[in-house]
Each structure stands twice: as C-alpha cells, then as structure tokens.
C-alpha cells in the first residue's frame, strides 16, 4: 500500500556573517509499504518456521518490532556490520551515530583518549589545525608530508587539510588499526578513519537541529532526504555554526609593515596567494553535503556525493605562550585564517552472482590561509606569518570482491591517482631583538618558501581468504604501489641592512639566481607490501587471530627549502606490523576485544631544524629505524539493562632503534637513539557510560557520562636550540550529558571538560625569534563547555 506525502521546507542559512536569501525546497516523497507489510512479506517468503533461517529472520523481526516508531531501528544490514567486524583479524574500533551523540563526538580528533592508540601530530610549520594529523600508535607522527593515516568517507579519500572536516550526519566511524593493504584506495601505513554517512531512500526523512553553549557558541543543521522519482533518492545537509571562542585575543587588525624594508606591495611581491582579511573575533564554519542515489535494481546502486565545506577565524593562531597557562594571545597582529574543502564523487556498485563490482571517482580541493602573529608577545612589533596551501586529489579506483565460495573468497583491485599540491610559507619579520633591546640578523626578513608538488601514483591490490578446516581462516593480500612526484622549489627572499647585518642581500647569497627561478627535481618510488592473517572462531563465543602487514608511506621533498639542493628527494618510510589478538562475546552482556602489536619502521620520515648558511630551516631526515610494542584493550558490560560501560586502555613502548641528526653551523651530531617517538603517550585510557530511564513506550532519557586520560609525550628533536624538547604533560576531560528522546524530538544538555581542565594537545615554537626557542605556543583544547542541542524529525 502506497502513501503520497508532499512537504515543503524552508531552509534559511547564513555562512561568513551575511544573510543568504531563504530559499524553498519542495520534495515530492513517495513512502513505500509500511512495517507491517514489509514484515509479512518476509514471513510469506519462508513460512516454515522450524527452519533455522527463519528462527533467525524472526529474532530479527522481533527486534525490529520493539522498536518501531522509534528514530533508529535495527535492520540486516547493521547486524551484519557487526559481525563482519567481530571477524576482522585486526583490531578496529567502531562507533555508531548513537554512540557519537552519548559521547558528543563532532570530529575525528575529540576521539582521542576515547580511541586506543589515537593521538595528533602538528607540523613544526604551523600550530593550526589544517597542519595536524592523526597517529594511530605512533605511526605518523610527522605532519608534514602525506598523512600516515588515510581519512575515507563514503570510500572517499581526504587530503591531508581536510581530514577532519567533521562527522556530516554518520551512520558509523570506524578507526582500522594497522597497514591497511587492500580495503582501500590509497595504502595507509597507520590505519584508516572510515566515515560511512546515512543513504537516502525510499523512505521520507527530516530534522531541523541546532544547539547553544559557552562562549557564544551556536549551530544549526537541516536535512532532508527521501525519493523524488522511482529509483532515484536524494538527501542534502547543510549546516552552519559560529562562535565567539574561548580565546582572549588582545591583537588588533592592521595593516601589514616592515619598518626595515621600504617596499608598500609586500604580499603581492612575495606573497601573491595570501590574503590577509579583517579581524573579527568571531569563528564561523558551514557548508553542505548532497547525495543523489540512483537504485533501479537490486543488484546496481550509484551515488553521486557532493560537499562543501568552509571555515574561518581566529582557529587558535599561534596558541597561547606556554607560560601563561591560559587562553590569552597577547599579540599586536590579529588576521583571520580562512579555509575550505570540496568535491564531487561517484560510488557505484553492482552485486553479481559471483560477487561486487565496486567503482569510486573522485575529486577534491582543500585550500587554507592561515596567518599567525608569528611571537604572540606585544614586546615585538609586526611580525606575521602565513602558510598557505592549496591540495588537489583525483582518484580511480575499480574492485571486485567475491562472495564466500566453498570456503573461499577474495577480492582484487587497481586504483591510479593524481595529486597536486601548493604551498607558501610567507613571513615577514619586522622587529626582533635579541633581549638585550639590540637587532639581530633577521630583523625585517621577508620571504616566502614556495614548494609545488605533482604526485601521480598506480596501486594493485589483491587478496584470498580460505578456510582450511571448519573455524580456521586463512587470508593473504599483496599491494604493488608505484608513485612519481615533480618537484618545484623556490625560496624568495631579502634580508636587509640593519645593526646586526650591515649589508643587505636576497636569494642569489643562498644560490637562487634571480629570485623567481625555482629548482626542479622528480622522483619515482614502487613498493611490494605483503599481507597475512589467520583467525580461530569459537563457536557462539568469539575468535582469536595472528596478522601480519606491512605498511608503505611514499617519499617526498622539503617543504621549506633555504637553497636549491634542499629540493631533493626524502626517503619513502616503511613500517612492518606484527598483531595477536582476540574478540569475545559472553552472552550478551560482556564484550571484550585485545590485541598485543609489534611495530617495526625503517626510513622514518622525521621532522627536525638544521643550520644554512647561518640560517636556521626545517628538514625532514630519515631515521634509520624505530620500533613500537604494546597492547591494547576494550571492554563493555551492560550489567542490567539499559546500563552499559565502556573502558579501554592502551600502551605503547616506543623507540628509536638507530637515529642521528647533524643540524650544521658547526655543532656536534645529535643523537636520538634510544629516545621514545615524539607525540606518542605511552598510557590512554578512557571508561563512559549510559544509563537509560523509559519515560514510555516511545520516550526516554538517558544519563551519560565520559572519562578520558591520556599520558605525557613531548614535540621537539633537540637538533638546535631553536628546537627544543617541548614537554606535553598528561591530561584528563570529564564530560556529562542527558538526552531525552522521543520519536519527533531529541533534546540534550551537556557539560564538556566539566573540571575546566587545561589541556594540551601539542606545543609550537616560533624559533626564529630570539633568544632562539623562547616563545612556545601552545595547542590547546577547550576549557569547560555547557550547552544544549535540540532536533526535530520529521
């Protein structure tokens, strides 16, 4: 029986202050059967009911019937998720969009804490957000090349400045763990964020939320989604929010000079990309996601997704000085950081009698433009910099994966991509004394340090599973990786006259012929990394499993060069991951999850400063060799019902087996060997629960709460002064939060970091400033947040 609805909304959004025109949508939804002839349909199909199947089919139904009417229901296909991950011989953790909202989870990087093994890594470059990534057990700690870990939604491959664009109405995140060979596009040496976000169909659905909280925070989401014409659906999100934030930046918006360099067109001589906008204090991000899925038959299912996604603000700048130990930048300059990220892309699947055909092309740019006071002390006057970046990603990949054949399967793919990208490294330093109130060789420096990069790259991938006895699984996977990178350099400069420097001079000291001239190179690399595992399942109890994978991150070029020969080619890393670990359910209130890991790196890409020409600079070196062990684990209980606890816990010993940096300018080689890998703690560990009341058969509230620790590491390598070793001490976030749903309305309140912890993530030096290595800058997360969401479906 078909029932005809006609709805139209209103969507009003405002993004970057300025009031948009509201525009009307209206969506003509064809609703198809209802439950209950959905669920007859499926007791006519096998109404035998002493057959196993069909028992299981009507435990299924049961469930389904428990909670109709309600906003979440059951279905096949997430059961089967769960049991596809519970079969998976490596460890991953997995979050549902339930899950997210109890732990009031936005982004990739408020998992940290809760997520065994996570933890974030920010570039010597910049202290902004587009230049952090992910580290899953120390891997991928340096930040700024190629991520370690691969960001996919949708199967979809992130650039690097997009990462963590935030969760867009998901149905689940899961966090893979470990060199992932031959599930995804791109090889991942560290592991895979995957965000699978909710498909339209048939059915008619829409929700208007937004929310309130500390500091003049507020957000608001509407979506829509269900089908405009047979076999075609369609959804869009779009959101807004903005925010006062919980810096007190005491800068003011100015003009840009150099009272040692008289020359008024300074950004357009050396900083052409860079656009230095009007302060205002507030942060503002936006954007949309559309998908339109076209679903003729059974067997094909295509979906063009695309996005657009904006930020800009304060964005923590340069971060407070690290002795103030509080939210305060005391700077004299105060830019807005402005950046965004979109594309287009099209999954497509066809299910075969033999298996699925899977095609995903992509296309995706990132920009950001990100100007920081370049010292955060009112002392120094106008100095400022800005990186700039742009990222550019084309992807094709094309996979076939078999059904279960006689104890076989196996999957086999080929996926060929282009990357390009941009970035300038513009400052201008205008008045830095060296203490004593004299002038030291940089003042009124102006350069700007441009690096293009064009990557092209070919990956196949393949693997077979066999179950040689009944329970025993064996799986073997082999990925070729062959990449090319051109490389273009250029470091644009002057130096003027002034009481510590009494001759000017530009680029041609340091070899740059006329300035604008960069320096080309290319470099191919090609990789083998093989894979294995074996699983043990125990019947109605869980499964235990061995796994072996090795991991391959491409090499790259520096990306602030002082001379041409600094456009030279960086070593590929690659990492060899040995895991044991098990997967248990004990009825149905007890599940646990371990795994003990061994990690071996060779050619580690690490990030460190040396001395040229008197000059200091960043380098990337490789570190011969470095090793990680350590365990972790995740338990939940629900110990009556509608009570569940969760806690995790994770070590990770990590060291440099062989590593040696010689920073130059006549200092002795340093020596790091020995030493534990920078932004890797050694202990995490985080315990939540959820305590659930029903109010009715359709109403409930829910009480919950989130406990996090995360132990201390450092930043830094110690080459030079103007790089020390930057402690990051431990920190702990308390977080609470009461829901009530019902099946129109969801309303929560929450407190986050609820003791007002201080809480650093990492630390940033700005070391051309003297005396060398004093003004640090530290990345901090929020103090303590109290707020309320409130959203009405549809």
Known sequence: MNITQKMQVTISLMFSGHRQKKRRVGLSMLLMSSSIYLLSTVSYAAPAVKNPSNLKRKKIENKINSVKGKEEEIDVRSISRVQILQKTPKSVSSYSARQLMELGVQNTKDLIGITPGLSLATSSLSPTGESQQIVIRGVGNNAQLEPGTGTYVDGIYMPAISFDMGFLDPKNVEIIKGPENTGFSRNSEAGVVSITTQDPDEHFHAKLGGGYSSYNTAKTQAYISGQIMPHIYASVLAYYGRSDGYFDNTGVSKKLVNSYVNNPNILRDYGSHIHLNKYTGVQQSGGFRSVIRFKPTDRLDIK????????????GGGG??????????????????????????????????????????????????????????KKYKDNLQVLYEEQQSKIQTVRFDSITVRRVHFGVGVSGYKDREYSNRFYSLSDLTDGTGLATPYNGMVNSQIVALRRTGVAGFGHVGYEVIPHLHLDAGLRYTWEHVDASGLEHFVVPKN????VAFTGERFGWPDGSTPATSAKGWQEASPSFSARYDFRNLGSVYFSFAQGF?????????????DVTSIAPETVTNYEMGGKFNFGKKVRLDFA???????????????????IISHSITNAAA????????????TPFKNFVVTGSASYNASKFLSYVI?????????????????????????????????LSDVQKLTFSSDFRWVDSSYTGSNSTSSDPILHIPSWNRLDFRITYEDPKWRASFYVNNALNKYIIYSKFNSFFVQPSGSFVHDIVGAPMMTGFELAKSF
């Open 553 to 565: 991150k491409s090499g790259s070029y520096q990306k602030a060069p002082v001379y041409p020969s």
């Open 499 to 502: 009481s510590a420097n009494p």
């Open 596 to 614: 003990g890991y061994d990690i071996e790196m060779k050619n580690q890409q690490v990030q460190s400063t040396v001395i040229r020409g008197g």
């Open 320 to 377: 407070p000085l690290d002795q103030c130990h509080c939210y305060k930048i005391n700077g004299d300059l105060a830019y807005q950081s402005d950046s965004a990220d979109y594309g287009v892309g099209i999954n497509a699947k066809y299910r075969t009698n033999y298996g699925t055909v899977t095609s995903i092309t992509s296309w995706r740019e990132a920009y950001s433009d990100v100007p920081i006071d370049f010292v955060g002390n």
């Open 626 to 637: 470095s090793r990680i062990t350590g365990f972790e684990t995740a338990l939940t209980v």
């Open 304 to 315: 063009i997704i695309g996005d657009y996604h904006r930020d800009n603000g304060e964005q």
């Open 662 to 694: 010689y920073p130059g300018g006549g200092l002795a080689p340093v020596v790091r060997t020995g030493s534990s890998l920078p932004s890797t703690p050694d202990w995490q560990a985080s315990i939540n629960g959820a305590y659930t009341i029903p």
